[in-house]
C-alpha cells in the first residue's frame, strides 16, 4: 500500500509569490492534515480536510488556504510568501480523521525556501 | 501553559544503553502518538496509544491517560535510532487539533 505522497519535495521561491503544494493520501483515506514546521515553532497545526469539507483550521493567517477534491487528493496554497513561510510543510492522512480514534501517517515533506 | 511538555530535550546515548523519553499533556487525551523524525525530515509513526502499552521490537511506550503522561523505552539503541522524538496529543481543550511537543533530539553514539 503507497504511503502518504507530497509533491514536490523542494521548492525555492521569493518573497510576494504563491505556491500550491500537494499531498496524495494512503488509498481509502478521507481526512488529510496539514502541518508547518519551522525551527522556532516546531509542529504547528494549519488544517484539516475530511472528505471535502475543512473539518479544522489552525491559527495562521488568511493566506494559507486549502481544498481537498473527491479522490481526496489535497492542495495547500500560500499567497504573498513572507520569509517567515520558510518550513517544512508537512501531511497526513487518516481513515476517520484527527478525532477518531485512529493514527495519523505523514508524508515526507515539501522544504520551502523563500530568498 | 504548556499543552504537551516533552523530556529531556535532548539526550546523548552510547549505542547500546537503554532510554526513557517522557510526554506530559494538559488534558484528557483519546489520540496520543510517538512519532521518529530521522535526519532527512521524515516522520514516522511509532506507537498510537491513547492509553496502556505496546511494544515493537526494541521500542515500547505506555500512556497512563488519567495521570496525563506518556513514556517512550527505547532499549539497546542504535546509532539508526538518532533523530528527534515527537509526542503528539489531541487536545479537546484545544478545539481537536492535534498539538505536538517540541521534541526530544536523541544522538545515539557508536
Known amino acids: 500500500k503507497a504511503g502518504v505522497t507530497q509533491t514536490p519535495r523542494y521548492l525555492i521561491k521569493t518573497r510576494g509569490q504563491q505556491v500550491t503544494l500537494s499531498c496524495s493520501p494512503i488509498?481509502?483515506?478521507?481526512?488529510v492534515s496539514w502541518y508547518q514546521q519551522t525551527p522556532g515553532q516546531g509542529l504547528q497545526f494549519l488544517f484539516e480536510?475530511?472528505?471535502?469539507?475543512?473539518?479544522n483550521k489552525g491559527n495562521f493567517p488568511g493566506r494559507f488556504s486549502g481544498r481537498q477534491f473527491s479522490n481526496s487528493r489535497s492542495e495547500m496554497n500560500v499567497s504573498t510568501l513572507e520569509l517567515g513561510d520558510s518550513a517544512l510543510y508537512l501531511c497526513?492522512?487518516?481513515?476517520?480523521?484527527?478525532?477518531?480514534?485512529?493514527?495519523?501517517?505523514f508524508g515526507d515533506g515539501t522544504r520551502l525556501s523563500i530568498l | 501553559g504548556i499543552q504537551v511538555e516533552q523530556s529531556p530535550p535532548d539526550l546523548i546515548l552510547q549505542e547500546g544503553a537503554n532510554s526513557t523519553l517522557r510526554c506530559n499533556f494538559s488534558?484528557?487525551?483519546?489520540?496520543l502518538q510517538w512519532f521518529h523524525q530521522n535526519p532527512w525530515g521524515q516522520l514516522i509513526n511509532l506507537f498510537y496509544?491513547?492509553?496502556g502499552t505496546k511494544q515493537n521490537g526494541r521500542l515500547s511506550a505506555t500512556t497512563v491517560a488519567t495521570e496525563r503522561y506518556s513514556l517512550l523505552y527505547i532499549s539497546s539503541s542504535q546509532t539508526t535510532d538518532s533523530g528527534v522524538y515527537f509526542c503528539?496529543?489531541?487536545?479537546?481543550?484545544?478545539?481537536?487539533?492535534?498539538?505536538f511537543g517540541a521534541g526530544t533530539i536523541l544522538r545515539v553514539k557508536s
Open positions: 497526513a492522512s487518516s481513515l476517520g480523521g484527527v478525532r477518531s480514534n485512529q493514527p495519523q501517517h
Open positions: 488509498s481509502g483515506h478521507r481526512s
Open positions: 480536510y475530511f472528505s471535502e469539507t475543512q473539518r
Open positions: 488534558d484528557s487525551v483519546n489520540n
Open positions: 496509544i491513547p492509553s
Open positions: 503528539a496529543a489531541l487536545l479537546m481543550e484545544y478545539g481537536n487539533k492535534l498539538v
